[in-house]
T-cell receptor, first 110, second 114 residues
Framework: GDSVTQMEGPVTLSEEAFLTINCTYTATGYPSLFWYVQYPGEGLQLLLKATKADDKGSNKGFEATYRKETTSFHLEKGSVQVSDSAVYFCASDSARQLTFGSGTQLTVLP | NAGVTQTPKFRILKIGQSMTLQCAQDMNHNYMYWYRQDPGMGLKLIYYSVGAGITDKGEVPNGYNVSRSTTEYFPLRLELAAPSQTSVYFC?????????????FGDGTRLSIL
């Protein structure tokens, strides 16, 4: 079946550091790919998405590129802030349902 | 804009009790979903609905029931609570499924079964 594998956390960075969270997927067909963010005590919020190969999703300084050849959708940000501390989930929507990775806890220290 | 509203936010149940988790959305979305989130795990789909009167099982439906009598509401029922159902439950909705349609999530219900 379909699956999404994320880089295990937790990840702790200093403010202004570079962030990469790895995500790979297996799916039948050509899924759309998503990154969701979950702040403490809240539900998941869409951070960015890409719907086809080589698309780049971006939002709030975060970026991810849909790489079909490596079945990857790695999340990057050039300079993280304390306010970026959250749990990040990668997801794919093949078979018309979302399949989530296990989440990566990010803590950014001032 | 309210979006997806879940009640209650927290609840403690005794083993064998029953309860209904409420979910309402005001975006006129056709699709609604229930997930559970266990520590260190991603979200697992319990049930989903593609429209009023239509529901279907997800990955982990055992021990739960749902109904969808209107577009707006999608309650989740636990009939005989068990410790294994201790989790955080999220309701979500979307206009359609697939093709990059995002899901919109409520803030969750934290449920403990003791």
């Amino acid at each position: 079946g379909d699956s999404v594998t994320q880089m295990e956390g937790p990840v702790t960075l200093s403010e202004e550091a570079f962030l990469t969270i790895n995500c790979t997927y297996t799916a039948t067909g050509y899924p759309s790919l998503f990154w969701y963010v979950q702040y403490p005590g809240e539900g998941l919020q869409l951070l960015l998405k890409a719907t086809k190969a080589d698309d780049k999703g971006s939002n709030k300084g975060f970026e991810a590129t849909y790489r079909k050849e490596t079945t990857s959708f790695h999340l990057e940000k050039g300079s993280v802030q304390v306010s970026d501390s959250a749990v990040y989930f990668c997801a794919s929507d093949s078979a018309r349902q979302l399949t989530f990775g296990s989440g990566t806890q990010l803590t950014v220290l001032p | 804009n309210a979006g997806v509203t879940q009640t209650p936010k927290f609840r403690i149940l005794k083993i064998g009790q029953s309860m209904t988790l409420q979910c309402a959305q005001d975006m006129n979305h056709n699709y609604m979903y229930w997930y559970r989130q266990d520590p260190g795990m991603g979200l697992k789909l319990i049930y989903y609905s593609v429209g009023a009167g239509i529901t279907d099982k997800g990955e982990v439906p055992n021990g739960y029931n749902v109904s969808r009598s209107t577009t707006e509401y999608f309650p989740l029922r636990l009939e005989l609570a068990a410790p294994s159902q201790t989790s955080v439950y999220f309701c979500a909705s979307s206009y359609s499924a697939g093709a990059g349609q995002p899901q919109h999530f409520g803030d969750g219900t934290r449920l403990s079964i003791l």
